[in-house]
T-cell receptor, first 113, second 115 residues
Framework: QKEVEQNSGPLSVPEGAIASLNCTYS??????FFWYRQYSGKSPELIMF????GDKEDGRFTAQLNKASQYVSLLIRDSQPSDSATYLC?????????????FGRGTQLTVWP | GAVVSQHPSWVICKSGTSVKIECRSL??????MFWYRQFPKQSLMLMAT?????????EQGVEKDKFLINHASLTLSTLTVTSAHPEDSSFYIC???????????FGPGTRLTVT
């Protein structure tokens, strides 16, 4: 059973702060990792993906991957109230040619003004 | 680009009836679509993987005779919940694998309530 674990939260940060979201995965051979944002009552939307060790930056978002530790994180700089949502970590099944993803339970983030 | 639509966005039905949910890729062809279910405060649970022109692959514990999936074209997959019961009430979300076969694009979801 491939597992994806996220810090359960909820996480609450003030506006302008850095929010740090963490995720670990059980399949050491996993290659691709995704962060999705899901607003209440809506479907997930892709924020970014990463597949190489290190950092990947996209605007205020930075994904960090450490395959040796089986750990992936998402940093949100200058957090805004509009960032308040549930963040889902997903790992692509390396054994699937169809792109199957395994999702964590999500971390609820609240950014207060 | 890469827009996925679902219809209906919400539906209320009576126990014992069947409900069909459509998932369409609007501006790309999707040979593979996925159907998820999400209960409140829970993560997405994959129900089945749908491939155009072939039978869907169901996850363990998902009844294929209850959740009928048809992927008849490269832009349309349907999920039919047969003989729905209140415990089937959930948020059903489809996604389509992009033409690069790397990213999954999610539809807006369908909220099903069975009374």
């Amino acid at each position: 059973q491939k597992e994806v674990e996220q810090n359960s939260g909820p996480l609450s940060v003030p506006e302008g702060a850095i929010a740090s979201l963490n995720c670990t995965y059980s399949d050491r051979g996993s290659q691709s990792f995704f962060w999705y944002r899901q607003y209440s009552g809506k479907s997930p939307e892709l924020i970014m993906f990463i597949y190489s060790n290190g950092d990947k930056e996209d605007g205020r978002f930075t994904a960090q991957l450490n395959k040796a530790s089986q750990y992936v994180s998402l940093l949100i700089r200058d957090s805004q109230p509009s960032d308040s949502a549930t963040y889902l970590c997903a790992v692509r099944d390396r054994g699937s040619t169809l792109g199957r993803l395994y999702f964590g339970r999500g971390t609820q983030l609240t950014v207060w003004p | 680009g890469a827009v996925v639509s679902q219809h209906p966005s919400w539906v209320i039905c009576k126990s014992g009836t069947s409900v069909k949910i459509e998932c369409r890729s609007l501006d790309f062809q999707a040979t593979t679509m996925f159907w998820y279910r999400q209960f409140p405060k829970q993560s997405l649970m994959l129900m089945a993987t749908s491939n155009e022109g072939s039978k869907a692959t169901y996850e363990q514990g998902v009844e294929k005779d209850k959740f009928l999936i048809n992927h008849a074209s490269l832009t349309l997959s349907t999920l039919t919940v047969t003989s729905a019961h209140p415990e089937d009430s959930s948020f059903y979300i489809c996604s389509a694998l992009g033409e690069s076969s790397y990213e999954q694009y999610f539809g807006p979801g369908t909220r099903l309530t069975v009374t």
